[in-house]
């Protein structure tokens, strides 16, 4: 399988996203249910003031984050995803939604106390994810959580899971201290905590 050697653009996500309302399976698939509730179980009931959340998709995981947060900016590179998303999560006045190119595209200001990067960092090359981690260490405030979850099976994506996770502990290595790290059937789940 050969990998991409750049990250994948918009129009990649906006094409599965508009041939397929849901096109990993991320709301009727009880494997990825399970990935969502044990993502949710790591923050050990945490409650935070200002989360971030890429990749938002149809805002599956961002329904479960919301209860947890009092304001939570969730986006994602695909229009119809967050149409998708802001359907889903109509109800949740402390959720958020923007489209942004994240890593090329940041949102303003610094201040998160959680960082959710689940199932995103494998579509970035190098370059953009030398740019995450330099966003994440100027914007998670000291005690905050970086939550990473990522599938651990051949794709060709960018990165594998375990590579895209490699590269991102070592920008992050003299700021973040490792408070997870899980592997589970076809998934890894990162926990890691701002000095």
């Known amino acids: 399988m050969t990998r991409h050697d750049r990250s994948l653009d918009a129009a990649y996500f906006e094409t599965m996203f508009q041939g397929d309302d849901d096109p990993w399976n991320l709301e009727s698939s009880t494997y990825e249910a399970a990935k969502f509730d044990r993502s949710i179980e790591a923050l050990d009931g945490r409650r935070y003031g200002c989360a971030f959340e890429v990749g938002c998709a149809g805002g599956s995981l961002t329904e479960r984050l919301a209860p947890r947060v009092d304001d939570l900016l969730a986006v994602d590179i695909s229009e119809t995803a967050l149409a998708r998303a802001r359907r889903r999560c109509t109800r ?55 939550l990473l979850v990522h599938y651990t099976g051949e794709t060709d994506y960018p990165q594998s ?35």
């Open 92 to 146: 949740l006045a402390q959720v958020r939604f923007a489209r942004m190119a994240f890593p090329e595209e940041r949102p303003q200001g610094t201040g998160f106390d959680l960082i959710v990067l689940s199932e995103v960092a494998y579509y970035w090359d190098d370059q953009d994810l030398d740019r995450a981690g330099a966003f994440v260490s100027r914007s998670l405030v000291s005690g905050g959580d970086l």
């Open 161 to 195: 899971g375990d590579a895209a996770v490699a590269f991102l502990a070592a920008a992050l290595a003299d700021r973040v201290d490792v408070v997870r790290a899980e592997r589970h059937d076809r998934y890894r789940l990162d926990l890691w905590r701002s000095r």
